[in-house]
Antibody, heavy 121, light 107 residues
Framework: QVSLKESGPVLVKTTETLTLTCTVSGFSLSNTRMGVSWIRQPPGKALEWLAHIFSNDEKFYSTSLKNRLTISKDTSKSQVVLTMTNMDPVDTATYYC?????????????WGQGTLVTVSS | DIQMTQSPSSLSASVGDRVTITCRASQSISTYLNWYQQKPGKAPNLLIYAASSLQSGVPSRFSGSGSGTDFTLTISSLQPEDFATYYCQQSFSMLETFGQGTNVEIK
């Protein structure tokens, strides 16, 4: 069955670069009409989409964060990696990766459990 | 970017109540609108896609409607397991955006 799992540091310091890895199973990153998204949620706040990458390697980034984000994938390892530079305490959040599927329109149909990243000064 | 505005931000309801949550887009998004449910400490769960299509495995008491800029999520008879936060999301633009969420609490 489909599953996604986020991994990475639980604590980063201000100005450091965060690297998160999403390891997927049950589907291939080369499947057409499929992709992987990164979405975050600060404690007690709403969901915020960050980036997604598709099977053809097309990438999209949040307008407000695009200068700090890079998304990439390694199909052979079934992994999608997100890097975020110049971390700040306001970036403290649970970071989710999710599969992006398509039927009539795009949606996130399977989600990882999320990983809480705390940024400290 | 397309802004999504949900109302209300929170509501109190009783088991068995009919509950309606609205979502408004800052521009027309046709029916490129999804709804998610999130329980505390858990990842969101897709309920409705393309404004009115029920995701597999989701109870039929959930329904969605709307097109253009105005959308609704309706729970026909609220169950104890439905107390959660609900988010709308537009996928008309590849720069997708979420609403701020609606917290459904027990009255």
């Amino acid at each position: 069955q489909v599953s996604l799992k986020e991994s990475g540091p639980v604590l980063v310091k201000t100005t450091e670069t965060l690297t998160l890895t999403c390891t997927v199973s049950g589907f291939s990153l080369s499947n057409t009409r499929m992709g992987v998204s990164w979405i975050r949620q600060p404690p007690g706040k709403a969901l915020e989409w960050l980036a997604h990458i598709f099977s053809n390697d097309e990438k999209f980034y949040s307008t407000s964060l695009k200068n700090r984000l890079t998304i990439s994938k390694d199909t052979s390892k079934s992994q999608v990696v997100l890097t975020m530079t110049n971390m700040d305490p306001v970036d403290t959040a649970t970071y989710y990766c999710a599969r992006k599927g398509y039927h009539i329109n795009w949606y996130e149909d399977y989600w990882g459990q999320g990983t809480l990243v705390t940024v400290s000064s | 970017d397309i802004q999504m505005t949900q109302s209300p931000s929170s509501l109190s309801a009783s088991v068995g109540d009919r509950v309606t949550i609205t979502c408004r887009a800052s521009q027309s998004i046709s029916t490129y609108l999804n709804w998610y449910q999130q329980k505390p400490g858990k990842a969101p769960n897709l309920l409705i896609y393309a404004a009115s299509s029920l995701q597999s495995g989701v109870p039929s008491r959930f329904s969605g409607s709307g097109s253009g800029t105005d959308f609704t999520l309706t729970i026909s008879s609220l169950q104890p397991e439905d107390f959660a936060t609900y988010y709308c999301q537009q996928s008309f633009s590849m720069l997708e955006t979420f609403g701020q969420g609606t917290n459904v609490e027990i009255k």
